[in-house]
């Protein structure tokens, strides 16, 4: 059995370490919970995150049960490094994915090393496939194990001894001070002849020279340089290398309320989600990152730009059908746990913000080739002077009524008002006019249907009695200023009903309904940032860095953030680690040094 108890797990005990290609997580006591490959939507190899130790994990441990365990990750790189100290001796594991040579191949690598004395270690890998449903069949060749299910393969290699018994592969071994045993894990197509392993040793200089270089070229000049870093290498292992796509987190169904039904698939690209992770990486020094992600979004996109999706496969894929998995428990028996996303057939009127102004902020920068984006945009944009008049299921993707919600019909303003922008600016052919007409009548409309005169604040959808935190990005879009009475108003209103023990609530769920789910849920951490960048813009300095600060420590020792955190209970909830929180981290610390000002994805500039 796994050596920590399912009830005593917290999403904060985890470390990520993935590939570019895939993800795995890491529990603080060496037991891999979490492993898809080779794509990180693809079905888990190990999944007790989610579940019990027989639907699949790698454990790895000190046979010592006192043995003190510390962690960190190899500095500007993703590999983690666990200490483990006994009265014996110490030892150092060292967990990382290398970047695959190309997509038949890919990798996990454990190698510990002695450091002092004696360490004696007890092993276990339990290898289920299709989200711990099938027991693979295993045989022994070639100085391996091999394990076949269906379309999957893995072989195993290890420098130490290996056993096979009651369906898994253990070892028990003692490593003494100068010596190191790797132990390499290789996906493979099982209908393919993998080639020979590649030396474990190697890949790790070579992975962490890689990460270095990486981290090098960060552009950030502030106070809070390593804590971006991280999360900028974070978002950057996020990444899908193969297309540029992004995903919004590497696992699924990690309960916003445990023991509730609020627990979504992450593992897909969210057109949002991936606009403001490029605005961190590109204010940030990445370039690349930005260019790969338009390209992506041109090929999914391609052949229905009218029908703009508010997420897609790694890929591009347009079908996300949702489904449950019952044979899992769930983290902390929240159930259902979920694959695929019934989201990805809303309409969320603010995706067509991001990407217009996102566009917009590409030709300010000077990424190359944007003139075969405008055809795209122009479409874009002529699809919005339709449907903006339309109610949306917001950017928290409500599964109740859909709703005239304030802050989408914001995005819309915003989407043409950077559309004319690039078209103005450099000299490009379009409906300018109508663009504005449309501009000026949301502008209106909003002002007058989605204003409570009353209270002086914004509110979350026409109608409504409370507000939303995503109010707080009025000043970053540009649609009016910081000092607006309105503006003050609102946030004001959020202080007081949406903002607790120093964290904000996205919105009060009960009795909402708009919402359309049962249960709690935590504070939303990207909201919590975004009232620092709310108090930057209102010259509240001194509140803005004190509650950023404050926010940092909501992180685990790793430096990650999950979706969302309970202050009362003081854990992290949600998917983890989640770009959401993380390029919301960054934008702020590059507001509090002086630098980015505009939240939705681009540096704020003058109409």
């Given at each position: 059995m796994s050596p920590v108890s399912v009830m005593s797990r917290r999403i904060e005990d985890y470390a990520m370490i993935g590939s570019t290609h895939s993800a795995a997580l890491v529990h603080r006591n060496g037991t891999i919970e979490w492993l898809c490959m080779p794509r990180f939507d693809s079905e888990a190899i190990f999944a007790s995150l989610l579940g019990t130790p027989e639907n699949g994990e790698w454990v790895l441990r000190a046979t010592d049960p006192a043995a003190r365990i510390s962690r960190r990750y190899v500095p500007d790189t993703m590999i983690l490094e666990t200490t483990i100290e006994t009265p014996q001796g110490r030892a150092v594991v060292q967990d990382f994915m290398p970047t695959p040579v190309d997509g038949d191949l890919h990798e996990l690598i454990r190698i510990i090393r002695g450091i002092e004395g004696t360490v004696s270690f007890a092993a276990e890998l339990r290898l289920r496939f299709n989200y711990g449903a099938w027991i693979p069949w295993v045989e022994r060749r070639e100085?391996?194990?091999?394990?076949?299910?269906?379309?999957?393969?893995?072989?195993?290699?290890?420098?130490?001894?290996?056993?096979?018994?009651?369906?898994?592969?253990?070892?028990?071994?003692?490593?003494?001070?100068?010596?190191?045993?790797?132990?390499?894990?290789?996906?493979?197509?099982?209908?393919?002849?993998?080639?020979?392993?590649r030396d474990p040793y190697a890949l790790l200089r070579h992975t962490e020279a890689q990460g270095r270089l990486w981290a090098s070229q960060c552009t950030y000049e502030g106070p809070y340089a390593e804590t971006v870093r991280r999360s900028l290498m974070t978002l950057k292992a996020l990444t899908y290398h193969p297309t540029g796509g992004i995903v919004a987190a590497p696992t699924t169904s990690l309960p916003e309320d445990p023991g509730g039904s609020r627990n979504w698939d992450y593992r897909y690209c969210w057109l949002r989600d991936a606009v403001w992770t490029l605005h961190a990486l590109t204010v940030s020094g990445y370039m690349d990152e930005a260019s790969a992600w338009r390209w992506w979004l041109m090929r999914a996109t391609a052949g229905a730009p009218d029908g703009l999706q508010i997420m897609y496969g790694l890929h591009g894929e347009r079908r996300l059908t949702e489904t449950t998995?019952?044979?899992?428990?769930?983290?902390?028996?929240?159930?259902?746990?979920?694959?695929?996303?019934?989201?990805?057939?809303?309409?969320?009127?603010?995706?067509?913000?991001?990407?217009?102004?996102?566009?917009?902020?590409?030709?300010?920068?000077?990424?190359?080739?944007?003139?075969?984006?405008?055809?795209?945009?122009?479409?874009?944009?002529?699809?919005?002077?339709?449907?903006?008049?339309?109610?949306?299921?917001?950017?928290?993707?409500?599964?109740?009524?859909?709703?005239?919600?304030?802050?989408?019909?914001?995005?819309?303003?915003?989407?043409?008002?950077?559309?004319?922008?690039?078209?103005?600016?450099?000299?490009?052919?379009?409906?300018?006019?109508?663009?504005?007409?449309?501009?000026?009548?949301?502008?209106?409309?909003?002002?007058?249907?989605?204003?409570?005169?009353?209270?002086?604040?914004?509110?979350?959808?026409?109608?409504?009695?409370?507000?939303?935190?995503?109010?707080?990005?009025?000043?970053?879009?540009?649609?009016?200023?910081?000092?607006?009475?309105?503006?003050?108003?609102?946030v004001a209103r959020i202080e007081r009903e949406l903002l607790h023990n120093n964290v904000v609530y996205r919105y009060l769920p009960e009795g909402v309904r708009a919402d359309g789910l049962e249960g709690r849920e935590g504070a939303f951490l990207a909201c919590s940032f975004w009232l620092c960048d709310a108090y930057i813009m209102s010259h509240r300095m001194d509140e803005a860095r004190a509650l950023f600060e404050r926010l940092l420590t909501y992180g685990n020792d790793l430096g990650l953030f999950s979706e969302e955190y309970d202050p009362v209970a003081r854990r992290q909830l949600g998917n983890f680690p989640q770009a959401f929180s993380h390029f919301a981290l960054v934008h702020t610390a590059h507001m509090l040094a002086g630098g980015v000002i505009d939240a939705s994805g681009q540096r704020r500039r003058k109409k």
């Amino acid at each position: 059995m796994s050596p920590v108890s399912v009830m005593s797990r917290r999403i904060e005990d985890y470390a990520m370490i993935g590939s570019t290609h895939s993800a795995a997580l890491v529990h603080r006591n060496g037991t891999i919970e979490w492993l898809c490959m080779p794509r990180f939507d693809s079905e888990a190899i190990f999944a007790s995150l989610l579940g019990t130790p027989e639907n699949g994990e790698w454990v790895l441990r000190a046979t010592d049960p006192a043995a003190r365990i510390s962690r960190r990750y190899v500095p500007d790189t993703m590999i983690l490094e666990t200490t483990i100290e006994t009265p014996q001796g110490r030892a150092v594991v060292q967990d990382f994915m290398p970047t695959p040579v190309d997509g038949d191949l890919h990798e996990l690598i454990r190698i510990i090393r002695g450091i002092e004395g004696t360490v004696s270690f007890a092993a276990e890998l339990r290898l289920r496939f299709n989200y711990g449903a099938w027991i693979p069949w295993v045989e022994r060749r070639e100085g391996a194990i091999f394990a076949f299910a269906g379309p999957d393969a893995i072989r195993l290699s290890s420098s130490v001894d290996l056993s096979n018994a009651n369906f898994s592969t253990t070892s028990d071994f003692t490593i003494v001070a100068g010596q190191s045993v790797a132990t390499t894990l290789e996906w493979f197509p099982s209908h393919k002849i993998p080639p020979l392993p590649r030396d474990p040793y190697a890949l790790l200089r070579h992975t962490e020279a890689q990460g270095r270089l990486w981290a090098s070229q960060c552009t950030y000049e502030g106070p809070y340089a390593e804590t971006v870093r991280r999360s900028l290498m974070t978002l950057k292992a996020l990444t899908y290398h193969p297309t540029g796509g992004i995903v919004a987190a590497p696992t699924t169904s990690l309960p916003e309320d445990p023991g509730g039904s609020r627990n979504w698939d992450y593992r897909y690209c969210w057109l949002r989600d991936a606009v403001w992770t490029l605005h961190a990486l590109t204010v940030s020094g990445y370039m690349d990152e930005a260019s790969a992600w338009r390209w992506w979004l041109m090929r999914a996109t391609a052949g229905a730009p009218d029908g703009l999706q508010i997420m897609y496969g790694l890929h591009g894929e347009r079908r996300l059908t949702e489904t449950t998995l019952d044979h899992l428990a769930g983290y902390e028996n929240s159930r259902p746990v979920r694959i695929g996303n019934a989201a990805h057939g809303q309409l969320q009127l603010d995706v067509y913000g991001s990407l217009l102004g996102a566009f917009d902020a590409a030709r300010r920068d000077g990424l190359p080739d944007m003139d075969a984006i405008w055809p795209l945009q122009r479409s874009i944009a002529d699809r919005l002077l339709v449907l903006w008049r339309e109610p949306d299921s917001s950017l928290w993707e409500i599964r109740g009524p859909k709703q005239h919600f304030v802050y989408s019909k914001m995005m819309c303003w915003f989407a043409f008002d950077r559309t004319i922008a690039s078209a103005v600016d450099f000299g490009l052919e379009g409906p300018i006019d109508t663009w504005r007409q449309a501009r000026e009548e949301i502008h209106a409309q909003v002002c007058e249907k989605g204003f409570d005169g009353a209270s002086n604040s914004f509110v979350q959808y026409y109608g409504a009695d409370r507000v939303d935190a995503s109010l707080l990005q009025i000043p970053l879009l540009g649609f009016l200023p910081a000092d607006d009475p309105r503006v003050q108003g609102t946030v004001a209103r959020i202080e007081r009903e949406l903002l607790h023990n120093n964290v904000v609530y996205r919105y009060l769920p009960e009795g909402v309904r708009a919402d359309g789910l049962e249960g709690r849920e935590g504070a939303f951490l990207a909201c919590s940032f975004w009232l620092c960048d709310a108090y930057i813009m209102s010259h509240r300095m001194d509140e803005a860095r004190a509650l950023f600060e404050r926010l940092l420590t909501y992180g685990n020792d790793l430096g990650l953030f999950s979706e969302e955190y309970d202050p009362v209970a003081r854990r992290q909830l949600g998917n983890f680690p989640q770009a959401f929180s993380h390029f919301a981290l960054v934008h702020t610390a590059h507001m509090l040094a002086g630098g980015v000002i505009d939240a939705s994805g681009q540096r704020r500039r003058k109409k």
